[in-house]
């Protein structure tokens, strides 16, 4: 495919090759690289030719929906099953070959750094660092009389005597 003419791309072969490119993770700048073209072309072709730009979008979005699964899944935990494979000498066919010894089922506990990503950005008005909290009322006087403490135990109680 000659690099750089977006009439190429355009083509359904040049389309699945860009859709292809957005769904294994590549960036604008790689997928322009790829071309033989600037990143700024690229944008301006997104702009131009629908096609292009749905290509593009359609492969970001399958990838994006995979990793956000993948995320949701380990939040959650999951089970799977582990299978142990080990050569084993195959005396009809006098040839080594893999065969399944053991198999176990296992439980992937939920992990919490995922869980509270998760929290944090679907739900931030819950589950953000920063709260804000808003206080209705008045704090009453607090003063207390210290007048009958000794100075040993006013430095006691200020820390300074330790």
Do not use: C
Not at 42 to 65: M, P, T
Not at 84 to 104: A, F, G, H, S
Request: net charge positive; aromatic share 8%; charged share 35%.
């Amino acid at each position: 495919m000659a690099k750089g003419k977006y009439k190429n791309w355009l083509t359904e072969e040049g389309l699945t090759l860009l859709n292809g490119w957005a769904r294994d993770g590549l960036t604008d700048e790689q997928i322009a690289h790829n071309i033989g073209i600037s990143r700024s072309t690229l944008s301006e072709w997104k702009k131009k030719y629908k096609d292009i730009s749905d290509a593009l979008k359609k492969g970001k979005e399958v990838v994006d929906l995979e990793v956000e699964n993948a995320l949701l899944q380990r939040a959650l935990g999951y089970e799977y099953e582990e299978v142990t494979r080990e050569q084993q000498w195959n005396e009809k066919d006098k040839k080594y070959e893999l065969v399944i010894t053991k198999k176990v089922k296992k439980k992937q506990a939920p992990d919490t750094t995922a869980q509270i990503f998760w929290l944090k950005n679907r739900r931030p008005d819950r589950w953000r660092d920063k709260q804000n909290v808003e206080h209705s009322g008045t704090v009453t006087n607090q003063n207390m009389d210290m007048s009958a403490l000794s100075v040993e135990e006013l430095k006691k109680l200020a820390k300074l005597d330790e």
